[in-house]
């Protein structure tokens, strides 16, 4: 496939706001290993109910 870095931005500012950012999110991920590495380290951590709420970490 041979696209130019222009015609990408300009598809990608023609996106709605929620498609841009899930398109955004799936870049990172397909191109990030670590981050799906977080991801699924985030997701085993929520199963094992080892998370706190925003009121629990950030509550004065």
Known sequence: MDLSPAVIISA???MK???????LE???AA?????LASIR???AQYRAR???TWDEVFAR
Do not use: G, N, V
């Open 41 to 43: 380290e985030a997701r």
């Open 31 to 35: 191109a990030s290993p670590d981050y």
């Open 50 to 52: 080892r998370t706190r």
């Open 12 to 14: 990608i500012q023609r």
């Open 17 to 23: 706001k929620a498609e841009r950012e899930a398109f």
């Open 26 to 28: 799936d870049l990172l």
